[in-house]
């Protein structure tokens, strides 16, 4: 069966600070991959979504970026982060029109 | 462009009780919908999905009804459990690419025991 993975859990950062969060897929190749970020209280935002290796779709002008280097291995990352980049970040894997969600990430910027 | 919403923010019921969560559809073209459950701290898990060439479909506990003449969708939760308490979202395939859903703004559905 396939499993989806995302690390760390939870993530503290001061403003300024680089970003990586890590998100991988086992139980299935050339899935379709994205990354989500959900505010407080709030509804799912996507941020990019990958159809393929170094393919990379930004849904959103901000201050983050994504990348895939292997089939099944999404990352999102920042530079510098904003007070703003505050919020609990979902990678989901999909083949087709579902999608499956990671247990997610929260971060907080400091 | 499209949206996917849902008619109320929250919903308390009684433990035991059915639960009824809506949802309004603005494409008339989507031909899939996915209801997902989001409880508190996680990932949204996937509960239940229907395509357009059906007007119902169950699962355990749960039933999700299509009505295509209305634009409207909606998940009952048969004896709801504790357990049901969760933020509760529809999604359909965006209009640009298949390869993405749009999602509902999410209800949250609060069990009273």
């Known amino acids: 069966s396939q499993t989806i993975h995302q690390w760390p859990a939870t993530l503290v950062q001061p403003v300024g600070s680089p970003l990586s969060l890590e998100c991988t897929v086992e139980?299935?190749?050339?899935?379709?991959l994205y990354w989500y970020r959900q505010a407080a209280g709030r509804g799912l935002q996507l941020l990019f979504y990958?159809?393929?290796?170094?393919?990379i779709s930004s849904e959103v002008p901000q201050n983050l970026s994504a990348s895939r280097p292997q089939d099944r291995q999404f990352i999102l990352s920042s530079k510098k982060l904003l007070l703003s980049d505050s919020g609990f970040y979902l990678c989901?894997?999909?083949?087709?029109?579902?999608?499956?969600f990671g247990p997610g990430t929260r971060l907080t910027v400091t | 462009g499209e949206s996917v919403g849902l008619h109320l923010p929250t919903l308390s019921v009684q433990e035991g009780d059915n639960s009824i969560i809506n949802c309004a559809y603005s494409?008339?073209?989507?031909?899939?919908f996915i209801w997902y459950k989001q409880e508190s701290g996680k990932g949204p898990q996937f509960i239940i999905d229907?395509?357009?060439?059906?007007d119902k479909r169950q699962g355990q506990r749960v039933t999700v009804l299509l009505n295509k003449t209305v634009k409207h969708l909606s998940l009952q939760i048969a004896a709801t459990q504790p357990g049901d308490s969760a933020v509760y979202f529809c999604?359909?395939?965006?209009?640009?690419?298949?390869?993405?859903?749009?999602f509902g703004k999410g209800i949250t559905l609060s069990v009273r025991p």
């Open positions: 494409n008339s073209a989507s031909d899939y």
């Open positions: 139980g299935t190749s050339n899935p379709n």
């Open positions: 999604a359909e395939p965006d209009t640009g690419a298949n390869s993405k859903l749009t």
């Open positions: 989901a894997w999909g083949q087709g029109l579902e999608q499956y």
């Open positions: 990958s159809v393929g290796i170094g393919q």
């Open positions: 229907i395509r357009s060439n059906m």
